[in-house]
């Protein structure tokens, strides 16, 4: 079964700093890669995602993430995060349509 | 857009009641999911469904047991709720891979 592992639970920066989340999964196939984030009060929604081609993805509000195949890992950074980027951020794999594994997440709080 | 909606925003029960949750989605996806959420463990499924009539035990399908009658329509059902079973329930339906979530449902079981 796959998991995945994501290395910080609670990062704290100050605004113009930059970001990276690192996240981790255990599957020998092929996967699908995500990154969901969830803001304040807010549902679930999808950041970016990586199927295939290009390792380096780029998402909304200028996050991109790198998938590296031979460290089973799927970093999630950005140059300069601001104060509206404080939320959960989720990584996810999916290996076969719809079900999906999820890390435990990691709380992001940026101040101001 | 794609619209996954949860009947209840929070929902308070008492130990020992049947809970029923409801989750719509009217994009016509094949498959729907119900997810809990709780700190520090993240999310972690509980059933999902494939089709109508079809269900599939998830991860942690202890204590649950779901519905799917209608393609648009999965609930998810606490047969005899325990304060163990508190947490924030997420709803999600897909076509593929990519996963579109409900608002969610804290349920809080006293």
């Known amino acids: 079964a796959q998991s995945v592992s994501q290395h910080n639970h609670h990062v704290i920066l100050s605004e113009a700093a930059s970001l990276e989340l690192g996240c981790n999964y255990s599957?020998?196939?092929?996967?699908?890669l995500f990154w969901y984030v969830q803001y304040p009060g807010q549902h679930l929604q999808l950041l970016l995602k990586?199927?295939?081609?290009?390792?380096l993805v780029k998402g909304i509000k200028g996050f991109e993430a790198e998938f590296i195949k031979s460290k089973f890992s799927f970093n999630l950074r950005k140059p300069s995060v601001q104060w509206s980027d404080t939320a959960e951020y989720f990584c996810?794999?999916?290996?076969?349509?719809?079900?999906?594994?999820f890390g435990d997440g990691t709380t992001l709080t940026v101040k101001p | 857009d794609v619209k996954v909606t949860q009947s209840s925003r929070y929902l308070v029960k008492r130990t020992g009641e049947k809970v029923f949750l409801e989750c719509v989605q009217d994009?016509?996806?094949?498959?729907m999911f119900w997810y809990r959420q709780d700190p520090g463990l993240g999310l972690r499924l509980i059933y999902f469904?494939?089709?109508?009539?079809?269900?599939e035990k998830g991860d942690i399908p202890e204590g649950y047991s779901v519905s799917r009658e209608k393609k648009e329509r999965f609930s998810l059902i606490l047969e005899s709720a325990s304060t163990n079973q508190t947490s924030m329930y997420l709803c999600?339906?897909?076509?593929?891979?990519?996963?579109?979530f409900g608002s969610g449902t804290q349920l809080s079981v006293l």
């Open positions: 996810a794999v999916n290996t076969n349509a719809g079900k999906s594994t």
């Open positions: 990586y199927f295939s081609g290009d390792p």
């Open positions: 994009m016509d996806h094949e498959n």
């Open positions: 999600a339906s897909s076509s593929g891979p990519k996963l579109f």
């Open positions: 469904s494939y089709d109508v009539k079809m269900k």
């Open positions: 599957y020998g196939g092929t996967v699908n």
